[in-house]
């Protein structure tokens, strides 16, 4: 394993290529595995981040953290910004080992990645520096969903969070794949709450597979289609938390939320690894369906 410090901060694995801005909240901007392909949505080339910006109006790419909520909400008389208070505000350290200090929310939060065999492991720790707290963390890889893309997860039945009745449905493959949701559209929904979940898979239509598990701390699994609503480029987010739903005030009310209790630290964490496709045949197809960026428009 090598780490590079600078502008840019990498880390390279047995498996994967990876890079983290720790300006922009230690966002991971590439994954990119050992056949070249990148699983990463990425940003426009030349766009530049306006400080302050919405999360929906920055460069909607990588995978970001979110905590202590997704949604914007007020908890205890404090505003949550919109996905969470991590994203918009510089990290410390290097790609493998990153830290924030928030305290005025209270907390400081660490993430570690190391390689395990087969690919990666993200581990997660999050300290209350006073007073016990809630805390809701979500993942929020925004991950490339060329046609064909589809979810892996075993789960029967979703909840459709998008429907302000949140209808428990049966999963199906229309309700799994990115060529179901319009052009323009979105879909969102998470496997049922009462069912715990801590695995799911990102499937191409090549037969490439990328692999997520992570600890059973977080037995929530959000996921976000997006095809051209807010992201340039269609994508599906497996977004593990350890809260359900994505407003940490929403999470307290249904009482599906952890604490952190001062002295006793939160620490999780999330593989992830990749099953190469079967049926490359040369260099050219093997990246044919990579995330590479996309030409300026006129």
Not at 177 to 193: M, N, S
């Amino acid at each position: 394993m090598t780490t590079e410090q600078g502008v840019v901060n990498s880390l390279s694995t047995d498996h994967f290529d990876l890079t983290v801005d720790l300006e922009r909240g230690a966002k991971i901007t590439s994954l990119v595995d050992r056949t070249g392909r990148e699983w990463l949505a990425q940003a426009e080339p030349g766009r530049a981040r306006a400080p302050g910006a919405p999360f929906t109006d920055a460069e909607m790419a990588g995978w970001d953290e979110c905590a202590p909520t997704v949604d914007a909400c007020v908890v205890n008389d404090e505003a949550m910004p919109d996905h969470g208070d991590l994203w918009d505000h510089p990290f410390a350290g290097t790609a493998a080992h990153a830290s924030i200090v928030r305290e005025g929310l209270g907390f400081a939060f660490e993430r570690s990645i190391r390689e395990v065999p087969g690919g990666i492991r993200m581990s997660y720790r999050a300290t209350a520096l006073r007073d016990r707290i809630p805390f809701l963390w979500a993942a929020h890889p925004q991950f490339c969903a060329p046609p064909g893309t589809r979810v892996k997860i075993d789960a029967v039945r979703v909840v459709d969070v998008i429907d302000p009745d949140e209808p428990l449905i049966a999963i199906d493959d229309a309700l799994a794949t990115i060529d179901t949701v319009d052009a323009g559209g979105y879909r969102k929904w998470y496997a049922d709450p009462q069912e715990p979940v801590t695995s799911a898979s990102l499937v191409r239509a090549d037969g490439s597979q990328l692999d997520l598990a992570w600890s059973d701390n977080c037995p929530y699994v959000g996921v976000w289609f997006d095809n051209g609503a807010f992201s340039r480029e269609p994508i599906i987010a497996i977004e593990p938390s350890n809260g359900y739903r994505d407003a940490l005030a929403l999470a307290m009310e249904r009482d599906r939320v952890l604490f952190i209790e001062p002295g006793a630290p939160l620490e999780w964490w999330v593989d992830v690894r990749v099953l190469p496709a079967l049926n490359f045949t040369d260099e050219g197809s093997r990246n044919a369906d990579s995330c590479a960026p996309m030409p300026e428009q006129a």
